[in-house]
């Protein structure tokens, strides 16, 4: 049993197109994070979430408690956003941090 | 200013031997965490650090992983007797604590290291 569930798990795409990907949870959590890997395995933060919505440049991230889901969307897709996205949620009962197995995006030019 | 760093890179060994992996996190962070990535595999949670609180080990997949921090700044994250199925990205991430915040005890973005690609052959 996955505590974090991501889908799609790949997402190929055309330069340009609007990208959505979604992450549900099925623990109690006190943030949700959503993380970007590049190919060469860095992985950088790209929101912390508790509720609500947030954008960054051409990112936006949302969080449904209620449901407990969230959202990943890329607006105007590049190249350059080909990376594996992952959603990962802090439980509440501790300090585990629970991850889902990533969703890797192609965007071609 | 730097980020997380980690030592080495890469490490070969062979299977038994133990293994030494190292974390500088950001100066001032309070919180530090060890992941392991297999090949092909999502994030693993294997422990975490808060200041001077006891840390949490419940990630640790066996007694041959120990971790320590130092000072409240570095950490070694030491695997005994090596086995193949070590053969993992170990990646260290740390963070500051904020207190407050209207869902949450506190709030965190965690910065994560480059990883060390450790092969048990």
């Known amino acids: 049993k996955n505590e974090v569930e991501q889908s799609p798990q790949n997402l190929t795409a055309q330069e340009g197109e609007f990208i959505t990907i979604n992450c549900s949870y099925s623990?109690?959590?006190?943030?949700l994070h959503w993380l970007q890997q590049h190919p060469g395995g860095g992985i950088v933060s790209l929101f912390m979430l508790s509720s609500g919505k947030k954008k960054h440049g051409r990112l936006i991230a949302t969080i449904n408690i209620q449901e407990k889901h969230s959202s990943l969307h890329i607006t105007a897709s590049h190249p350059r956003d080909s990376a594996v996205y992952i959603c990962a949620v802090r439980s509440t009962t501790g300090n585990q941090f629970y991850f889902g197995t990533g969703t890797s995006l192609t965007v071609i030019p | 200013g730097a980020g997380v760093s980690q030592s080495p890179s890469n490490k070969v060994t062979e299977k038994g031997k133990d293994v030494e992996l190292r974390c500088d996190p950001i100066s001032g962070h309070t919180a530090l965490y060890w992941y392991r990535q297999s090949l092909g595999q999502g994030l693993e949670f294997l422990i975490y650090f808060q200041g001077n609180s006891a840390p949490d080990k419940s990630g640790l997949p066996s007694d041959r992983f120990s971790a320590e921090r130092t000072g409240g700044s570095v950490s070694t994250l030491t695997i005994q007797r090596t086995q193949q199925e070590d053969s993992a990205v170990y990646l260290c991430?740390?963070?500051?604590?904020?207190?407050?915040?209207?869902?949450?005890?506190?709030?965190?973005?965690?910065?994560f290291g480059p990883g060390t690609r450790l092969l048990v052959l």
């Open positions: 623990v109690g959590i006190s943030a």
């Open positions: 991430a740390s963070s500051l604590w904020l207190s407050g915040g209207t869902f949450a005890r506190y709030q965190e973005t965690q910065y």
